[in-house]
């Protein structure tokens, strides 16, 4: 325990941008380190034994924050009151630990159910904002005592973290900016109205879209760039795309490997593999389908391979990945408009 009369120690206060950078450059992980440094800092200006090191953890996992940060915030009004150091009111302490445990469940939920990437980006830069007042506050404590950072500083960071933002931050920066312009150039995108079909000039094929919020996407988008045309559908887990071969292509080929990628892909798939003529002719359409439950999610692989006249043959693949009870909701259609894929006459 410090001597009651000693000037207490503490980090170093930093510019709240250069923080705020920082947290930016190592993708939040910083957040961590700096629960476990102001922690630590309250206790020694009141005296009080070292917090532990799980303060770290604190910031990533939503279920400690319910207990700890109201302790978190009782130790840093202590320190306030031993300094005789300015107080938010009690009821700012509570909405901001309200909303930072709020945007922790939503960064938690997105490990699980696949958030879109502009809510990701929102949430992840709305967290950088609302942690600043927070450290503009503790400044103001530290401020008020000795300072001793954990390695020496040069214009506001010490080594290892002069590197991370040096290196991390363009890095971080160019991601950012691209998936933020895919996502963009997306949402701009119109999308076909439901009950309609979908047709391209110069391809042999017609689709039919029961759902609203289908959408265009360029080739490569939802495959390795083989295919004539591709599609995503109102979540993001769930595409068409077609593909378009000659007559060199042999269509039992083409359906067996298209089942072996399949069942390669998934946990303990359940398939359903049909061949059959189409209307009395000697013409083939092949129908594959595959399901899976893995890790509460349910996947679906289809595949519907129809053979024309002149001996091509037009294929559509389809994905769906989703928890159960979203499936249910659009299982149907997505399976029922595959079905209805063929030649455009």
Same mark, same amino acid.
């Given at each position: 325990?410090?001597? $009651?009369? +000693?000037?207490?120690?503490?980090?170093?206060?930093? =510019?709240?941008?250069? %923080?705020?950078?920082?947290?930016?450059?190592? +993708?939040?992980?910083?957040?961590?380190?700096? *629960?476990?440094?102001?922690?630590?800092?309250?206790?020694?200006?009141?005296?009080?034994?070292?917090?532990?090191?799980?303060?770290?953890?604190?910031?990533?996992?939503?279920?400690?924050?319910?207990?700890?940060?109201?302790?978190?915030?009782?130790?840093?009004?202590?320190?306030?009151?031993?300094?005789?150091?300015?107080?938010?009111?009690? !009821?700012?302490?509570?909405?901001?630990?309200?909303?930072?445990?709020?945007?922790?469940? $939503?960064?938690?939920?997105?490990?699980?159910?696949?958030?879109?990437?502009?809510?990701?980006?929102?949430?992840?830069?709305?967290?950088?904002?609302?942690?600043?007042?927070?450290? /503009?506050?503790?400044?103001?404590?530290?401020?008020?005592?000795? =300072?001793?950072?954990?390695?020496?500083?040069?214009?506001?960071?010490? /080594?290892?973290?002069?590197?991370?933002?040096?290196?991390?931050?363009?890095?971080? /920066?160019?991601?950012?900016?691209?998936?933020? =312009? #895919?996502?963009?150039?997306?949402? &701009?995108?119109?999308?076909?109205?439901? =009950?309609?079909?979908?047709?391209?000039?110069?391809?042999?094929?017609?689709?039919?879209?029961?759902?609203?919020?289908?959408?265009?996407?360029?080739?490569g988008t939802v495959t390795d760039g083989t295919s004539a045309f591709e599609l995503v559908g109102p979540l993001s887990d769930m595409w068409y795309a077609v593909f378009i071969y000659n007559d060199e292509e042999s269509m039992q080929n083409l359906s067996n490997n298209r089942y072996d990628g399949f069942v390669s892909s998934l946990s303990s798939p359940e398939c359903d593999f049909t061949r059959t003529f189409i209307d009395n002719t000697t013409r083939v359409w092949t129908w594959t389908i595959c %399901?899976?439950?893995?890790?509460?999610?349910?996947?679906?692989?289809?595949?519907?391979?129809? %053979?024309?006249?002149?001996?091509? !043959?037009? #294929?559509? /693949?389809? *994905?769906?990945?989703?928890?159960?009870?979203? &499936?249910?909701?659009?299982?149907?259609?997505? !399976?029922?408009?595959?079905?209805?894929?063929? *030649?455009?006459?």
């Amino acid at each position: 325990m410090q001597d $009651a009369d +000693a000037t207490p120690v503490t980090a170093p206060t930093r =510019h709240f941008l250069l %923080e705020a950078l920082l947290v930016f450059a190592t +993708a939040g992980l910083y957040l961590g380190v700096w *629960f476990y440094l102001a922690a630590r800092d309250f206790r020694r200006i009141a005296g009080q034994p070292s917090t532990p090191v799980l303060w770290i953890f604190v910031p990533f996992f939503a279920l400690l924050q319910p207990f700890a940060l109201p302790r978190f915030f009782n130790a840093l009004r202590d320190a306030q009151k031993r300094l005789d150091c300015p107080r938010w009111p009690a !009821i700012f302490d509570y909405l901001w630990m309200a909303a930072f445990f709020g945007l922790t469940v $939503a960064s938690n939920l997105a490990t699980v159910v696949k958030l879109d990437v502009l809510t990701q980006l929102g949430l992840f830069f709305v967290l950088v904002v609302w942690f600043i007042p927070l450290h /503009v506050r503790v400044n103001r404590l530290r401020r008020r005592v000795s =300072h001793k950072p954990v390695m020496p500083r040069s214009a506001g960071y010490n /080594v290892p973290e002069w590197i991370a933002v040096l290196l991390f931050t363009p890095v971080l /920066v160019t991601v950012f900016t691209l998936l933020l =312009h #895919e996502e963009i150039k997306l949402a &701009m995108t119109e999308e076909y109205a439901p =009950h309609t079909s979908v047709k391209k000039d110069g391809l042999p094929f017609y689709l039919p879209l029961s759902q609203t919020g289908w959408k265009k996407v360029d080739t490569g988008t939802v495959t390795d760039g083989t295919s004539a045309f591709e599609l995503v559908g109102p979540l993001s887990d769930m595409w068409y795309a077609v593909f378009i071969y000659n007559d060199e292509e042999s269509m039992q080929n083409l359906s067996n490997n298209r089942y072996d990628g399949f069942v390669s892909s998934l946990s303990s798939p359940e398939c359903d593999f049909t061949r059959t003529f189409i209307d009395n002719t000697t013409r083939v359409w092949t129908w594959t389908i595959c %399901e899976s439950v893995a890790n509460d999610k349910r996947v679906i692989y289809l595949a519907s391979q129809k %053979e024309g006249d002149n001996n091509q !043959i037009i #294929e559509l /693949v389809g *994905f769906f990945e989703a928890s159960a009870g979203i &499936m249910e909701k659009y299982k149907d259609d997505f !399976i029922n408009d595959a079905k209805g894929f063929g *030649f455009d006459k």
